[in-house]
């Protein structure tokens, strides 16, 4: 029995659904295309804290924890930064090279540190910030006061989905 025009139609844009359904086009693959935009941001960014203060992403990941806190146990810092214990550790031992950061024991469990910045830390922390807040505004600059908003809802969203 021959098929209908219509029916072999179907057929084809079926195959053709499965068909797409089955390959992925990486640029326009919502994961690859945030994880890119997260790296272009994030070289952006860099040039502040790299070219200018001489220090690695890692460590001026830390050195913006500490800035918000007097003192912080070294395990805490790794989920607030997304660095992982060695990233950390080798952060914070170069920034305690440099005179920014000074470790201690833990009072209640030797095994642990406490890290805080240094007065030079903090005073390099204060140098950094207005050029970082910088960076940021002229970043955001190119979206309206809306689509900020926007974003930072959506980013929001996102991220409470995945916690």
């Known amino acids: 029995m021959a098929r209908s025009g219509e029916a072999r139609r179907r057929e084809t844009a079926g195959r053709a659904t499965a068909q797409a359904a089955s390959e992925l086009d990486l640029q326009q693959y919502f994961p690859y295309r945030l994880a890119r935009l997260a790296e272009q941001v994030s070289l952006a960014v860099a040039e502040v804290y790299s070219e200018r203060f001489s220090l690695t992403r890692q460590e001026w990941r830390v050195l913006a924890i500490l800035g918000a806190h007097q003192q912080i146990a070294t395990k805490e810092i790794g989920p607030l930064t997304t660095l992982d214990k060695m990233q950390v550790s080798r952060a914070v031992q170069g920034l305690e090279t440099r005179g920014i950061a000074s470790r201690k024991q833990h009072p209640d469990d030797r095994r642990e540190l406490i890290?805080?910045?240094?007065?030079?830390?903090?005073?390099?922390?204060?140098?950094?910030?207005?050029?970082?807040?910088?960076?940021?505004?002229?970043?955001?600059?190119?979206?309206?006061?809306?689509?900020?908003?926007?974003l930072d809802r959506a980013m929001r969203k996102l991220s409470a989905a995945l916690t």
């Open 115 to 150: 890290v805080s910045l240094t007065s030079a830390g903090r005073a390099l922390y204060r140098k950094i910030v207005p050029y970082a807040r910088e960076r940021e505004t002229a970043l955001l600059a190119v979206l309206t006061a809306e689509e900020v908003e926007v």
